[in-house]
């Protein structure tokens, strides 16, 4: 046991993903957040706020600067962020007059929030392109076995007979409907945060307008008012990746209980047991479960960080930290495994 399982080095192997969790990282963090400071000099230098060569040097001190994590992680635990000492080394990297314009009419929260918006893009982009992967291959199942036979079951007891297609439909709605709120959030969303120290951008006045849509079009995100203590818009995205998972971990547990009867379906391949060589364990299914589970239960915390006192919270914020990556590597992992899954399903339902 430890931690945190999705990247544990051996249990990650059942619950992480890796094409995922490298988002996740120090490094990848600290990536995005040096991202928004190179795109905020040169949007400043845009609207004439800062000298063009003074963003040029910072970009410059930007692609070839490494932090020193040691500090970061000391600085941290003083100042409850990792901005202000990120600020700090990169000030000294930059050095001389030019230094002063770094990070200028910014607060640590818009560094933090749209580093996180950065990474959130390529994310669900994987999380988008394995649910129309899924969805293909349901439509493809039904295809092949949507006209074969299944005893339908209803509070856990034998029913009446339905069509395969039946079933496979009931996966397919959810996973559809939950494709098309992925992606209406992915439009809407990955906005950017830029608010400075109250929300206010007290320090760019006339010119905040411009430098926000500058900064925007630079970073590739949307042009949204800022954000700091209106949470809804994260809250709305861990709903819906535990609508995705929970989704998923229906379809899981149909497979796992159509396993245990032992001639609904077929499947490619089952985990082994250590006391008994002979079964075959729907492992997949069985995690696509625990993964939903996971989720609903991580969304309450998620909904709790919507109270976000006043203009800023560290309270809230902090704990956002601590959910939504699980929250978004167990739904990709999710995705993965069911993915997975429906391939390796040989056969479902009956011939007549």
């Not at 000030?91 to 314009?101: D, T």
């Not at 364990?281 to 939903?292: D, G, K, R």
């Not at 699980?326 to 011939?351: D, F, K, P, W, Y």
């Amino acid at each position: 046991m430890s931690v945190c399982p999705f990247d544990h080095p051996v249990l990650g192997g059942l619950l992480g993903d890796e094409e995922v969790n490298g988002y996740f990282s120090a490094e990848a963090e600290v990536k995005a957040m040096l991202a928004f400071e190179a795109a905020l000099a040169s949007a400043e230098a845009k609207v004439g706020l800062i000298p063009d060569e003074a963003a040029t040097a910072i970009v410059d001190a930007i692609s070839t600067f490494e932090p020193d994590i040691d500090r970061l992680r000391i600085a941290v635990s003083v100042d409850g962020v990792v901005v202000p000492e990120l600020v700090r080394q990169l000030r000294a990297a930059v050095g001389g007059k030019m230094a002063s314009h770094i990070h200028f009419g910014a607060t640590s929260q818009d560094v933090i929030d749209t580093g996180l918006m950065l990474r959130l893009k390529p994310v669900l982009a994987v999380v988008e392109q394995r649910l129309a992967v899924f969805l293909n291959a349901l439509g493809n199942l039904a295809k092949r076995d949507g006209e074969k036979t299944l005893m339908a079951a209803t509070r856990m007891q034998p029913a009446i007979l339905i069509h395969a297609g039946d079933r496979i439909e009931s996966w397919r709605g959810p996973a559809e409907r939950n494709l098309e709120r992925l992606r209406a959030w992915m439009m809407d969303g990955l906005a950017l945060q830029f608010g400075g120290a109250a929300g206010t951008l007290d320090k760019l006045g006339d010119k905040a307008n411009a430098v926000c849509a500058a900064l925007a079009s630079e970073l590739g995100l949307t042009d949204r008012p800022q954000w700091h203590s209106q949470r809804d818009r994260i809250a709305e995205l861990a709903s819906v990746l535990s609508l995705i998972s929970g989704s998923l971990g229906k379809f899981g547990q149909d497979v796992a209980l159509m396993a245990l009867s032992g001639n609904e379906i077929e499947l490619a391949a089952g985990g082994g047991s250590s006391a008994m060589p002979h079964k075959q364990n729907p492992v997949s299914a069985e995690v696509l479960v625990t993964l939903a589970r996971f989720n609903a239960t991580q969304l309450a915390g998620m909904h709790g960080a919507l109270v976000h006192e006043q203009e800023r919270s560290g309270a809230a914020w902090t704990l956002e930290w601590m959910i939504l990556p699980q929250m978004i590597v167990a739904t990709a992992a999710g995705t993965r495994l069911a993915t997975e899954l429906v391939a390796n399903i040989r056969r479902l339902g009956h011939e007549g």
